[in-house]
């Protein structure tokens, strides 16, 4: 039986839907599916329906076939040859700054071996049912759904009976908004703000990690800070604005195929760009992605810091900063606010809300990093819960936000529908 089904016969796998599935029904489908023939490259299209999708790769990987997670079978037809030598998963991503997609490649190896660290950091065993909050062909809840059949547990996308969830800080925020009644939350793709992870403190144990799809685990919470990831080594290099975070780890994808930020050393560490820095007592910050920096009057900006101060501001439930070309700065900074629902509620109209983000963004922020363009809208996300700023830039630049908000004034425009954009988190 595949090494990720641990769990006794007779114990529910998978809960999606409203059906059931034990592991020895879903050992005997495993052993039973029907893959395409020849040796290929496998596909599992976004949309495939839950049971259906771990029940290939499980067969894919039990019978030593590569499958493409989240492309069908004509994208699995183009990476022919391209793939490389012992790749089991191969994971779409297109990430939150847009633009083409990549393909991660990773032995199954690189995931199984994080399996126990993170079982025994989050205390997850054989009687929790954890709740997965995204599509499987993202990788990170992929992977949850995976790391919960490997520890015993039952994985699906009901919140009834979860005791664990596994969550981006946007879903957190919603679920905790609504009620959220679950022992332990596993937060990860992107940054939360000071007052989220209090408030979930405040209410469940909390497990933040830092990863990347190419990298898998890098680092997990400690305190306010982060520590390396129980086999991961960490390092700090010089670059362009700022020191990028270098990892080395049994985790680390094999290569990104078709673009992305994946760099690799002689000595076996690898980024992807991000950047980081380090507090007195040796806890580790990660700042945000370099090729997120907005470059303004000689400044860099980097959008992951000057979001994570205007998320933590009462009333915003999300915020998106890009850069827009600015022949006197070369670029200008620009700021999508999503208010929360509980701001709103009530209140005869949304200036004085409005007012008092952009107040509070004057007192959190230097000069160089304020918005000199505010829009006051839903911020768009990719399909695993990540800002999507790809799609922001490519709104602004369509003049399809509507009308900004004035720093000095407030006039709402009606809101403009943003599609959203596909991608991944680690």
Do not use: N
Request: charged share 20%.
């Amino acid at each position: 039986m595949s090494e990720w089904l641990r769990g006794s016969p007779g114990a529910p796998a998978l809960a999606f839907g409203g059906d059931v599935v034990r592991v020895g029904e879903l050992a005997a489908a495993v052993a039973a599916a029907e893959l395409p023939p020849g040796e290929g490259l496998i596909g599992c299209p976004a949309g495939m329906p839950p049971v259906e999708l771990v029940t290939t790769v499980l067969a894919a990987l039990e019978r030593g076939r590569p499958v493409l997670v989240g492309g069908g079978p004509e994208e699995a037809a183009g990476l022919d040859g391209r793939l490389p030598e012992g790749t089991a998963l191969a994971l779409r991503t297109s990430g939150s700054s847009g633009g083409a997609s990549t393909v991660v490649a990773r032995t199954e190896a690189s995931w199984l071996a994080s399996a126990a660290p993170l079982a025994e950091i989050a205390g997850i065993g054989v009687s929790d049912h954890v709740a997965v909050t995204g599509p499987l062909h993202v990788s990170m809840h992929l992977y949850a759904t995976l790391h919960a059949l490997w520890a015993g547990a039952s994985a699906g996308d009901g919140l009834r009976d979860a005791s664990v969830v596994h969550a981006t800080p946007t879903k957190l925020l919603r679920l905790l908004d609504d009620g959220l009644d679950v022992r332990t939350a596993v937060v990860a793709g992107a940054a939360m703000s000071a007052s989220l992870r209090d408030a979930a403190r405040a209410r469940l144990r909390l497990v933040e990690y830092y990863g990347a799809a190419e990298l898998s685990f890098v680092a997990v919470g400690r305190g306010d800070g982060l520590e390396p990831f129980p086999g991961a080594e960490l390092t700090l290099r010089d670059a362009a604005g700022g020191r990028e975070l270098w990892a080395r780890s049994p985790y680390l994808a094999i290569e990104a195929i078709g673009g992305g930020m994946l760099r690799r050393d002689a000595a076996g560490f690898a980024t992807v760009g991000d950047l980081a820095d380090t507090a007195s007592d040796g806890r580790l910050r990660v700042l945000g992605r370099g090729d997120a920096a907005v470059t303004t009057a000689g400044a860099t900006v980097l959008a992951e810091h000057v979001e994570a101060v205007l998320t933590a501001l009462p009333g915003v439930a999300a915020a998106a900063v890009v850069g827009e070309p600015d022949e006197l700065l070369g670029e200008r900074v620009v700021a999508v606010v999503e208010l929360s629902r509980l701001a709103t509620d009530g209140v005869p109209g949304p200036d004085a809300v409005q007012r008092s983000v952009i107040e509070g963004a004057r007192i959190g922020l230097e000069p160089a990093e304020l918005p000199r363009r505010w829009y006051f809208r839903a911020v768009p996300r990719t399909d695993s819960g990540k800002v999507a700023r790809g799609a922001v830039r490519s709104a602004l630049g369509a003049g399809a936000l509507g009308i900004p908000v004035a720093a000095g004034h407030s006039a709402l425009p009606a809101p403009v529908p943003v599609a959203p954009v596909e991608g991944e988190t680690a």
